[in-house]
């Protein structure tokens, strides 16, 4: 008589979807590195917006890379990485952060990593949720966090692409089509405004500081931060060529402006620029990353509540500003509590599909 063949296990198929948050997205980096501690190997890899940066740089085996740059970020290496332009579509163009992609991921194609990743975007013409799973990393990942108004839309087969963020904020959906046994999801909308924290009340003092600061600065000789890009300063001129339409002449005359204010004056320009609480109002890039927050907080949930995920990991990072790129190292560690918190659930849901 032949022996029964005894039964072997399969390996689940685990999928991960890294949700949108802006600078809030390091504490991906967290997460990553303790599931892979725990031994969790992730066979499908979904990213929207910063989401798609680590997800991408973890699926081509750079994530120890942006670790390294996520930490060494402050505002003078910020600000360098800052190709600020007034014509064209965006704020900033973003070919700076596209050569320092380029500088790791070279010009690997999605579909030769070894395990399965898609970055989220959106069609700026239609609305729909555009699914990026071949071609260029770089592109993909550009297109994913391509925020309207502060980067350039990314052009893709006859569309332009922007933020993933606008349509689909934690993409549990490409897992789920994937064929995912188990969806572990990363959501940084938990308190997405920081309700719950009393960290939140002491940024005010905080910003009406970095502003008396920067007076003081102005005082002995740097430019004051309201002439960098007041139009009412007597003081510039603007030529005007002939062949030059005067809307030309002013962009060139206040992109001249600001390249000369490059030399010392960055930490008053990034001010003006992601200012938040301060009384002369929010900054520009701080208003469009606040709209993006309110629409990705209210998408997430009705999302998720709709295709929820097997286990949800939420770092507590909602009193961390959008733009905090400087904080790493706290949105790392709050990444890793968040995995810590989330771990029991997750071998639980191992061990019920093995």
């Known amino acids: 008589m032949r022996k029964p063949v005894p039964k072997q296990s399969v390996k689940p198929k685990i999928g991960l979807a890294l949700g949108s948050g802006v600078a809030r997205g390091w504490s991906h980096i967290g997460v990553m590195q303790r599931l892979a501690e725990e031994g969790i190997e992730i066979d499908v890899i979904s990213g929207t917006s910063i989401g798609a940066l680590v997800g991408g740089c ?204 490059r030399g010392g004056t960055d930490r008053a320009l990034l001010q003006q620029l992601f200012k938040r609480d301060a009384p002369s109002g929010p900054g520009l890039v701080t208003v469009m990353t606040s709209a993006l927050n309110i629409i990705q907080d209210r998408l997430a949930r009705a999302r998720m509540a709709a295709d929820p995920a097997d286990v949800v990991i939420e770092p507590d990072v909602g009193h961390i500003n959008l733009i905090d790129f400087d904080k790493a190292d706290e949105l790392i560690r709050h990444g890793r509590e968040a995995a810590d918190r989330s771990m029991p659930f997750i071998e639980r849901a191992l061990k019920q599909l093995s």
């Open 58 to 261: 973890y699926a081509a085996g750079k994530l120890d890379a942006l670790e390294e740059f996520a930490r060494s970020l402050n505002a003078r290496r910020l600000f360098n990485l800052m190709d600020i332009r007034f014509n064209g579509s965006a704020l900033f163009g973003g070919s700076k952060l596209a050569e320092l992609l380029k500088e790791h991921l070279h010009e690997r194609q999605i579909e030769d990593l070894p395990r399965k990743f898609v970055a989220v975007a959106t069609d700026m013409n239609s609305g729909h949720e555009v699914w990026l799973k071949h071609g260029s990393m770089i592109d993909a990942i550009r297109a994913s966090y391509a925020l309207p108004g502060v980067f350039e839309p990314v052009p893709h087969e006859g569309r332009w692409l922007i933020d993933g963020a606008l349509v689909n904020p934690v993409p549990i959906s490409i897992c789920r089509a994937f064929d995912a046994h188990l969806v572990i999801a990363v959501n940084l909308n938990l308190d997405a405004f920081g309700m719950t924290s009393a960290l939140n009340y002491y940024r005010l003092e905080e910003e009406l500081e970095a502003e008396r600061e920067a007076k003081r600065e102005a005082k002995r000789g740097i430019l004051e931060t309201e002439d960098m890009i007041s139009l009412e300063n007597t003081d510039l001129e603007i030529p005007i060529e002939d062949d030059e339409t005067p809307e030309k002449s002013l962009r060139k005359s206040i992109s001249d402006r600001l390249k000369q204010m």
